[in-house]
Protein backbone atom coordinates (compact mmCIF):
# COMPACT_ATOMS: atom_id res chain seq x y z
CA UNK A 1 0.00 0.00 0.00
CA UNK A 2 1.07 3.50 -0.29
CA UNK A 3 -0.11 6.66 1.86
CA UNK A 4 0.92 10.50 1.01
CA UNK A 5 1.08 12.87 3.57
CA UNK A 6 0.70 16.56 2.80
CA UNK A 7 3.59 18.88 4.25
CA UNK A 8 2.99 21.82 2.39
CA UNK A 9 2.07 24.17 5.04
CA UNK A 10 5.00 22.98 7.13
CA UNK A 11 9.06 24.56 7.46
CA UNK A 12 10.67 21.48 6.06
CA UNK A 13 13.92 22.70 6.57
CA UNK A 14 12.93 22.87 10.53
CA UNK A 15 10.82 19.68 10.50
CA UNK A 16 13.36 17.21 8.47
CA UNK A 17 16.54 19.17 10.46
CA UNK A 18 20.27 19.91 8.89
CA UNK A 19 21.15 17.42 5.92
CA UNK A 20 17.59 15.79 6.04
CA UNK A 21 18.61 14.47 9.10
CA UNK A 22 15.56 13.65 10.64
CA UNK A 23 14.49 12.00 7.70
CA UNK A 24 17.17 9.70 7.69
CA UNK A 25 16.40 8.65 11.33
CA UNK A 26 12.43 7.89 10.24
CA UNK A 27 14.18 5.47 7.89
CA UNK A 28 16.44 3.60 10.39
CA UNK A 29 13.53 3.04 12.87
CA UNK A 30 10.62 2.39 10.60
CA UNK A 31 12.70 -0.43 8.12
CA UNK A 32 9.49 -2.17 7.10
CA UNK A 33 8.20 0.70 5.11
CA UNK A 34 9.94 2.79 2.28
CA UNK A 35 10.02 6.58 2.62
CA UNK A 36 9.81 8.92 0.08
CA UNK A 37 10.43 12.68 0.02
CA UNK A 38 8.56 14.45 -3.02
CA UNK A 39 9.03 17.92 -2.75
CA UNK A 40 6.20 18.91 -0.02
CA UNK A 41 4.76 15.34 0.61
CA UNK A 42 5.96 12.35 2.40
CA UNK A 43 5.07 9.30 0.78
CA UNK A 44 5.25 5.82 2.45
CA UNK A 45 4.91 2.33 1.38
CA UNK A 46 4.33 -0.77 3.03
CA UNK A 47 2.19 -3.33 4.72
CA UNK A 48 -1.15 -1.92 5.59
CA UNK A 49 -0.69 -2.40 9.51
CA UNK A 50 2.68 -1.06 9.45
CA UNK A 51 1.38 2.48 7.40
CA UNK A 52 -1.69 2.74 9.97
CA UNK A 53 0.86 2.62 12.96
CA UNK A 54 3.09 5.25 11.04
CA UNK A 55 0.21 7.12 10.54
CA UNK A 56 -0.88 7.40 13.88
CA UNK A 57 2.52 8.35 15.46
CA UNK A 58 3.05 10.89 12.26
CA UNK A 59 0.01 12.75 13.06
CA UNK A 60 1.46 12.92 16.56
CA UNK A 61 4.53 14.05 15.50
CA UNK A 62 2.80 16.67 13.47
CA UNK A 63 1.19 18.08 16.55
CA UNK A 64 4.13 18.10 18.82
CA UNK A 65 6.42 20.04 15.52
CA UNK A 66 3.39 22.92 15.67
CA UNK A 67 3.70 23.58 19.44
CA UNK A 68 7.60 23.19 19.26
CA UNK A 69 8.10 24.68 16.16
CA UNK A 70 10.93 22.71 15.33
CA UNK A 71 11.49 18.31 15.69
CA UNK A 72 14.56 16.53 16.53
CA UNK A 73 16.10 12.91 17.33
CA UNK A 74 15.04 13.19 21.09
CA UNK A 75 11.79 14.93 19.98
CA UNK A 76 11.20 11.95 17.39
CA UNK A 77 12.24 9.27 20.15
CA UNK A 78 9.78 10.56 22.79
CA UNK A 79 7.07 10.54 20.13
CA UNK A 80 7.57 6.86 19.10
CA UNK A 81 8.02 5.35 22.48
CA UNK A 82 4.38 6.02 22.83
CA UNK A 83 3.51 4.28 19.54
CA UNK A 84 2.72 1.04 19.42
CA UNK A 85 4.80 0.21 16.03
CA UNK A 86 8.36 1.03 17.99
CA UNK A 87 7.45 -1.43 21.26
CA UNK A 88 9.25 -5.17 20.73
CA UNK A 89 11.09 -3.77 18.05
CA UNK A 90 14.65 -5.04 19.46
CA UNK A 91 13.57 -8.78 18.46
CA UNK A 92 14.03 -7.22 14.78
CA UNK A 93 17.26 -7.09 14.88
CA UNK A 94 18.86 -9.55 12.96
CA UNK A 95 22.80 -9.26 14.20
CA UNK A 96 24.17 -6.78 16.32
CA UNK A 97 27.52 -6.28 14.59
CA UNK A 98 30.86 -4.32 15.39
CA UNK A 99 30.70 -1.17 18.03
CA UNK A 100 27.19 -2.11 18.91
CA UNK A 101 25.74 -1.93 15.20
CA UNK A 102 22.21 -3.11 14.66
CA UNK A 103 21.50 -4.87 11.21
CA UNK A 104 18.38 -5.29 10.62
CA UNK A 105 15.83 -5.41 7.72
CA UNK A 106 15.31 -1.57 6.37
CA UNK A 107 12.55 -1.87 3.96
CA UNK A 108 9.61 -4.55 3.08
CA UNK A 109 11.02 -6.38 1.09
CA UNK A 110 14.24 -7.28 2.76
CA UNK A 111 11.52 -7.65 5.94
CA UNK A 112 10.42 -10.45 3.64
CA UNK A 113 13.78 -12.11 2.67
CA UNK A 114 13.70 -12.35 6.28
CA UNK A 115 10.67 -14.27 6.43
CA UNK A 116 11.35 -16.40 3.65
CA UNK A 117 14.39 -17.30 4.20
CA UNK A 118 13.24 -18.79 7.53
CA UNK A 119 10.09 -20.82 6.40
CA UNK A 120 12.28 -21.72 2.94
CA UNK A 121 15.81 -23.57 1.88
CA UNK A 122 16.91 -21.66 -1.17
CA UNK A 123 16.03 -17.75 -1.84
CA UNK A 124 16.46 -15.56 -4.70
CA UNK A 125 16.93 -12.23 -4.04
CA UNK A 126 17.08 -9.83 -7.29
CA UNK A 127 16.69 -6.32 -7.16
CA UNK A 128 18.52 -3.19 -8.03
CA UNK A 129 22.21 -1.81 -6.80
CA UNK A 130 21.36 -0.71 -2.82
CA UNK A 131 18.11 -2.55 -2.53
CA UNK A 132 20.17 -4.44 0.59
CA UNK A 133 19.77 -8.30 -1.16
CA UNK A 134 23.37 -8.95 -0.70
CA UNK A 135 23.64 -7.44 3.30
CA UNK A 136 20.72 -9.00 4.52
CA UNK A 137 21.73 -12.49 3.19
CA UNK A 138 25.12 -12.05 4.57
CA UNK A 139 23.16 -10.92 7.91
CA UNK A 140 20.93 -14.00 8.30
CA UNK A 141 24.16 -15.95 7.80
CA UNK A 142 26.03 -14.18 10.56
CA UNK A 143 22.75 -14.84 12.55
CA UNK A 144 22.66 -18.88 11.72
CA UNK A 145 26.12 -18.78 12.69
CA UNK A 146 26.07 -17.31 15.81
CA UNK A 147 22.65 -19.14 16.47
CA UNK A 148 24.68 -22.71 15.53
CA UNK A 149 22.28 -23.47 12.96
CA UNK A 150 24.94 -24.07 10.87
CA UNK A 151 28.51 -24.81 10.96
CA UNK A 152 30.08 -22.50 8.47
CA UNK A 153 28.69 -19.84 5.88
CA UNK A 154 29.93 -20.02 2.66
CA UNK A 155 30.26 -16.53 0.36
CA UNK A 156 30.89 -16.93 -3.60
CA UNK A 157 30.69 -14.57 -6.74
CA UNK A 158 31.68 -15.31 -10.50
CA UNK A 159 34.26 -13.24 -11.29
CA UNK A 160 33.41 -12.85 -14.65
CA UNK A 161 35.73 -9.40 -15.17
CA UNK A 162 38.59 -11.57 -15.78
CA UNK A 163 36.43 -14.67 -17.00
CA UNK A 164 37.25 -16.95 -14.26
CA UNK A 165 41.00 -16.78 -15.50
CA UNK A 166 42.83 -14.66 -13.15
CA UNK A 167 46.41 -15.66 -13.67
CA UNK A 168 47.57 -11.86 -15.24
CA UNK A 169 46.30 -10.18 -12.36
CA UNK A 170 49.39 -9.70 -9.51
CA UNK A 171 49.70 -11.61 -6.25
CA UNK A 172 48.79 -14.92 -4.55
CA UNK A 173 45.51 -16.43 -5.24
CA UNK A 174 43.68 -14.16 -2.13
CA UNK A 175 45.08 -11.27 -3.45
CA UNK A 176 43.77 -11.89 -7.06
CA UNK A 177 40.14 -12.53 -6.01
CA UNK A 178 40.27 -9.74 -3.15
CA UNK A 179 38.74 -7.20 -5.53
CA UNK A 180 35.82 -8.98 -7.38
CA UNK A 181 34.93 -10.31 -3.16
CA UNK A 182 35.70 -6.94 -1.58
CA UNK A 183 31.36 -6.01 -0.86
CA UNK A 184 31.01 -9.75 1.05
CA UNK A 185 34.33 -8.35 3.42
CA UNK A 186 32.33 -5.18 3.87
CA UNK A 187 29.53 -6.48 4.96
CA UNK A 188 30.98 -8.89 7.11
CA UNK A 189 33.36 -6.17 9.02
CA UNK A 190 30.14 -4.65 9.58
CA UNK A 191 28.66 -7.10 11.76
CA UNK A 192 31.85 -8.82 12.63
CA UNK A 193 35.28 -7.47 14.42
CA UNK A 194 38.14 -7.52 12.38
CA UNK A 195 39.90 -10.14 14.42
CA UNK A 196 37.16 -12.35 14.89
CA UNK A 197 36.34 -12.21 11.18
CA UNK A 198 40.18 -13.42 9.96
CA UNK A 199 40.23 -16.15 12.87
CA UNK A 200 36.98 -17.53 11.41
CA UNK A 201 38.71 -17.36 7.92
CA UNK A 202 41.92 -18.97 8.91
CA UNK A 203 39.37 -21.71 10.54
CA UNK A 204 37.47 -22.21 7.54
CA UNK A 205 34.45 -21.37 9.33
CA UNK A 206 33.55 -18.55 6.86
CA UNK A 207 34.63 -19.11 3.17
CA UNK A 208 34.79 -16.50 0.39
CA UNK A 209 35.96 -17.97 -2.84
CA UNK A 210 34.85 -17.54 -6.67
CA UNK A 211 31.99 -19.27 -8.03
CA UNK A 212 34.11 -22.03 -9.95
CA UNK A 213 35.55 -23.21 -6.93
CA UNK A 214 32.55 -24.59 -6.12
CA UNK A 215 32.62 -27.46 -8.69
CA UNK A 216 32.12 -30.87 -7.44
CA UNK A 217 31.56 -29.92 -3.61
CA UNK A 218 28.52 -31.04 -1.37
CA UNK A 219 28.22 -28.38 1.05
CA UNK A 220 26.49 -29.76 4.39
CA UNK A 221 25.77 -27.74 7.07
CA UNK A 222 26.29 -24.54 5.16
CA UNK A 223 24.85 -20.81 4.84
CA UNK A 224 25.58 -20.23 1.65
CA UNK A 225 25.43 -17.18 -0.70
CA UNK A 226 26.17 -16.80 -4.49
CA UNK A 227 26.50 -13.01 -5.20
CA UNK A 228 25.93 -10.94 -8.26
CA UNK A 229 24.38 -14.51 -9.90
CA UNK A 230 23.14 -12.35 -13.33
CA UNK A 231 26.64 -12.84 -14.46
CA UNK A 232 26.45 -16.60 -14.80
CA UNK A 233 24.73 -19.30 -17.26
CA UNK A 234 22.30 -21.81 -16.56
CA UNK A 235 25.07 -24.13 -16.16
CA UNK A 236 26.94 -22.43 -13.71
CA UNK A 237 24.08 -21.99 -11.98
CA UNK A 238 22.78 -25.75 -12.03
CA UNK A 239 26.20 -26.59 -10.69
CA UNK A 240 26.56 -24.23 -7.91
CA UNK A 241 22.17 -24.88 -6.69
CA UNK A 242 23.00 -29.20 -7.20
CA UNK A 243 25.99 -28.34 -4.73
CA UNK A 244 23.50 -28.41 -1.64
CA UNK A 245 23.80 -30.41 1.21
CA UNK A 246 21.99 -31.34 4.32
CA UNK A 247 21.14 -28.95 6.55
CA UNK A 248 22.03 -25.76 4.43
CA UNK A 249 20.38 -22.63 3.40
CA UNK A 250 21.10 -20.79 0.21
CA UNK A 251 20.35 -17.63 -1.43
CA UNK A 252 21.01 -16.21 -4.40
CA UNK A 253 21.47 -12.38 -5.03
CA UNK A 254 21.44 -10.58 -8.83
CA UNK A 255 20.75 -7.44 -10.60
CA UNK A 256 19.48 -8.49 -13.75
CA UNK A 257 19.76 -4.49 -14.84
CA UNK A 258 23.57 -5.24 -14.50
CA UNK A 259 24.99 -7.60 -16.55
CA UNK A 260 28.80 -7.78 -16.92
CA UNK A 261 28.79 -10.77 -19.66
CA UNK A 262 30.09 -11.03 -22.76
CA UNK A 263 27.71 -9.74 -25.69
CA UNK A 264 27.68 -13.43 -26.92
CA UNK A 265 26.67 -15.53 -23.34
CA UNK A 266 23.39 -14.99 -21.80
CA UNK A 267 22.36 -14.58 -18.17
CA UNK A 268 21.09 -17.87 -16.81
CA UNK A 269 19.52 -16.20 -13.51
CA UNK A 270 15.86 -15.09 -15.10
CA UNK A 271 15.51 -18.26 -16.70
CA UNK A 272 16.63 -20.52 -13.99
CA UNK A 273 14.36 -18.81 -11.60
CA UNK A 274 11.48 -19.12 -14.14
CA UNK A 275 12.00 -22.86 -14.19
CA UNK A 276 12.53 -23.47 -10.15
CA UNK A 277 10.54 -20.90 -8.51
CA UNK A 278 7.33 -23.85 -8.48
CA UNK A 279 9.20 -25.99 -5.99
CA UNK A 280 8.32 -26.41 -2.79
CA UNK A 281 11.35 -25.35 -0.40
CA UNK A 282 12.31 -22.62 -2.75
CA UNK A 283 11.30 -18.20 -2.27
CA UNK A 284 11.78 -15.68 -5.15
CA UNK A 285 11.93 -11.82 -3.53
CA UNK A 286 11.63 -9.57 -6.09
CA UNK A 287 13.18 -5.88 -4.45
CA UNK A 288 12.51 -2.56 -5.89
CA UNK A 289 13.92 0.96 -6.01
CA UNK A 290 11.59 1.75 -2.81
CA UNK A 291 14.15 -0.97 -1.01
CA UNK A 292 17.60 1.36 -1.89
CA UNK A 293 19.49 2.23 1.39
CA UNK A 294 22.04 3.95 0.09
CA UNK A 295 22.10 7.89 -0.62
CA UNK A 296 18.64 8.75 -2.19
CA UNK A 297 20.39 10.18 -5.15
CA UNK A 298 21.04 6.03 -5.79
CA UNK A 299 17.00 5.62 -6.18
CA UNK A 300 16.81 8.71 -8.50
CA UNK A 301 19.65 7.85 -10.41
CA UNK A 302 18.29 4.11 -11.09
CA UNK A 303 14.71 5.87 -11.98
CA UNK A 304 16.36 7.78 -14.31
CA UNK A 305 18.47 5.54 -15.87
CA UNK A 306 16.02 2.77 -16.25
Given amino acids: MEK ?21 FLETVFPSLCLIERADKLVIQGE ?15 IVFDKQGYSDEKIIMSVLQENEYFKNKEEEVLVYGDNGLRVKARSENQAKMVKESEGNDMLFAIGPAGSGKTYTAVALAVRALKAKTVKRIILTRPAVEAG ?78 TRMGRNSKFIITGDVTQIDLPKNQISGLLPTIERVRHIKGISVIE ?19 D
Avoid at 48 to 62: S, V, Y
Avoid at 173 to 192: F, V
Avoid at 287 to 305: F, G, P, T, W, Y
Fill in 164 to 241: ENLGFLPGDLKEKLDPYLQPLYDALRDMLSQQKLESLIQQGVIEIAPLAFMRGRTLDNAFVILDEAQNTSMEQLKMFL
Fill in 287 to 305: LQACDIVRHKLVSKIIEAL
Fill in 48 to 62: EKDIADFTKFFDNLL
Fill in 4 to 24: TFDLENIDLREFWGVNNKNFK
